[in-house]
């Protein structure tokens, strides 16, 4: 989604603002821009396109020690170069970069053009420029409040005015900011990533705050009825390796990401196995033994493959905790006016922290005085904080677009709740420890499975040729299957379908072909049987077949004919989901790599999504 990074300090800002936006590509975007504030006031430059296309058209003389970058993903009006940021007003003496959506921009725009303003785009944006522009306050923080509390709807924003060229001025409202320190020189960005070669000493905006940002220092306000009111916020050292944002030896950011899982996964449960009890210890959950037994029911919310991977937390902690659990996406569940129970835990689930419909449902619970708990990776995140408990992911930075190790560890974090809501239950300590044993395995097993890459790579490469698949699985395969189906339209573009396999005959059986492969999930449960003489009846029909399953699985005469076989290893059965879920990621990285994409940057799409 949209990208914001600033400048002032000491060096030119143009080639660290285009430095900065190249950091914030995987966030998806169409078009990209820049302003500076030199000794001749502002200058623009701004394109539909890629960021290495806007630095390359750069004019030489694009000098000024301080200056605001973005990159677009465009909602209102195409992407092309009039609706890139910056806008600015008429006379080119404020610019502004903008990240969420202004919902009154229709009301404000009309106004303008009433009062005989010319609006250059068909942005929500642009309104901005022109409203601080017009603004009879004295000073820009009082310009900058005085239009923000017009403004109706989210907004990331920062702003350069020709008259105050000493400073950049940003407010947050639903959309993240940060301001970040270095030596005589300030940064300002939507994600550490933008600056994390230059600072890791930041502080991060919350809603309703302002900041002043000069190259020596700055300062934050809270944005009240009667305009801006000092407030201290210090900056802090965030401990992060600025190489984890870099893809390094790999040819993208998913193939890092998806060779990281091992690593991750210990990474998510050091610390928190507690082998004598049986049991995990979640410090920031906040929960002992008598609150987990009051919970009746858990209720898992996220969006996209948060939400297909909430499916799996579902079934893993009802069979293991045997509470009730269901997961839901996000982004309807405010929208059914839903019964919130006080005996049900709600557990919002968010690589980013950021997305916008999980956020909303999140307060939706607590408006109705529900109580809610992140599965969260990005520390102090918008749902990390709105939720103040939860389960950190530590999977590190996530960049690509197509989310996996985060979603590796969401289900490891399912199963470290589902073990502590079991053993204040009926799960038995021999049961404990079992699951203790299999989570210590599965570190070693992904890579396993990351290691058998070559030998799926023909197998990909034919998935890469169907216009149309299904994905199907049974039970607790059938989220495994939706996952699969997620990544391999993400980023290959290809048709995906996800079924339950059971489902087939009451419908898309019409659609089986030896032009329709099917992606089998076939773990070796109490189903197997079941989901074998399904996949005789897809093969009947000439389906060509890719079965994901475990060793010693008895296909029968299916591999003799079109019948690709993919294996992970055995885990408990609880644990499968995740093992059977990583050759679909390769199978999807494989399938866009044979054709040609552009993996990391699929079209279309954002990383965090902070728009409704
Ligand atoms: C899929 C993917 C998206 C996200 C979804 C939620 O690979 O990345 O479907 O899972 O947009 O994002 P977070 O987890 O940041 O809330």
């Known amino acids: 989604m949209c990208g914001i990074v600033g400048y002032i300090g000491t060096q030119q800002a143009a080639p660290l603002l285009v430095e900065g936006l190249s950091r914030l590509e995987h966030r998806g975007y169409d078009s990209a821009g820049v302003a500076v504030s030199g000794s001749t006031g502002l200058r623009v430059a701004k394109r539909a396109g890629r960021v290495r296309d806007l630095g390359e058209s750069l004019p030489k003389r694009f000098s000024g020690k301080a200056g605001i970058g973005h990159t677009r993903w465009a909602t209102h009006g195409p992407a092309n170069d009039v609706n890139a940021h910056p806008h600015v007003d008429g006379k080119g003496t404020v610019a502004v970069v903008h990240n969420g959506i202004i919902d009154n921009a229709a009301a404000l725009r009309a106004a303008l053009t009433a009062d005989g303003v010319e609006l250059a785009s068909d942005t929500d944006t642009e309104v901005l420029a022109h409203l601080v522009a017009r603004s009879e306050q004295a000073t820009l923080e009082d310009k900058v409040a005085e239009v923000l509390s017009r403004i109706e709807g989210t907004y990331g924003v920062a702003f350069l005015h020709a008259d105050f060229p000493d400073r950049i001025v940003v407010a947050r409202n639903g959309s993240p900011l940060l301001v970040g320190v270095g030596e005589k020189e300030m940064f300002v960005a939507s994600d550490l990533a933008a600056v994390v070669r230059y600072t890791t000493t930041v502080a991060h905006l919350d809603d309703g705050e302002m900041a002043t940002v000069t190259s020596g220092g700055f300062t934050t306000y809270r944005l009240d009825a009667t305009g801006p009111a000092a407030i201290e916020r210090r900056a802090q050292s965030v401990d992060i390796d600025p190489d984890a944002y870099e893809a390094g030896e790999h040819a993208s950011f998913m193939l890092k990401e998806m060779h990281e899982q091992p690593v991750a996964a210990e990474s998510a449960l050091r610390g928190r196995l507690d082998e004598r009890f049986g049991t995990s210890h979640l410090g920031g959950l906040g929960l002992d033994a008598r609150d987990l037994r009051e919970i009746k029911r858990v209720k898992l919310l996220g969006c996209g493959s948060a939400y297909y991977v909430g499916q799996m937390g579902a079934s893993l902690i009802e069979e293991l905790a045997r509470v009730p659990a269901d997961a839901e996406a996000a982004s309807e569940f405010r929208y059914r006016n839903p019964i919130i129970?006080?005996?049900?835990?709600?557990?919002?689930?968010?690589?980013?922290?950021?997305?916008?419909?999980?956020?909303?449902?999140?307060?939706?619970?607590?408006?109705?005085?529900?109580?809610?708990i992140g599965v969260v990776n990005v520390v102090g995140s918008a749902i990390a904080r709105e939720v103040e408990r939860g389960i950190y992911l530590h999977a590190g930075p996530e960049v690509a677009v197509a989310s996996t190790k985060a979603l590796t560890n969401m289900f490891l974090a399912f199963a470290l709740l589902a073990l502590q809501l079991g053993r204040v239950r009926d799960l038995s300590l021999a049961q404990g420890k079992e699951l203790i044993a299999a989570l210590n395995e599965l570190p070693g097993q992904i890579q396993q499975i990351l290691d058998t890459s070559d030998a799926i790579e023909p197998i990909s490469r034919r998935i890469a040729e169907a216009e149309s698949l299904f994905f199907v699985g049974r039970v607790r395969g059938f989220p495994v299957a939706r996952e699969g189906a997620?990544?391999?339209?993400?980023?290959?573009?290809r048709h995906a379908e996800a079924y339950q396999t059971s489902e087939l005959k009451h419908g898309p059986l019409a659609l089986i072909s030896p032009e329709v492969p099917t992606v089998a999930i076939v773990p070796d449960d109490e189903l197997v049987e079941r989901n074998v003489a399904a996949l005789h009846e897809i093969s009947a029909r000439g389906g060509p077949l890719v079965v994901v399953t475990h060793p010693g699985v008895d296909l029968g005469d299916l591999e003799e004919r079109d019948c690709a076989r993919i294996e992970v290893p055995r885990s408990l059965r609880s644990l499968d989901p995740i093992l059977l879920t990583i050759p679909l990621q390769i199978l999807a990285y494989q399938a866009a790599q044979s054709l040609g994409l552009d993996i990391d940057k699929p079209r279309n799409l954002a990383k965090s999504v902070t728009v409704e």
Do not use: C, F, N
Request: net charge neutral; no cysteine; charged share 30%.
């Open 341 to 372: 129970e006080p005996d049900t835990l709600y557990v919002a689930v968010s690589q980013s922290g950021e997305t916008v419909d999980t956020l909303l449902a999140v307060q939706e619970i607590k408006r109705k005085g529900g109580r809610a």
């Open 486 to 493: 997620q990544k391999l339209k993400e980023i290959s573009y």
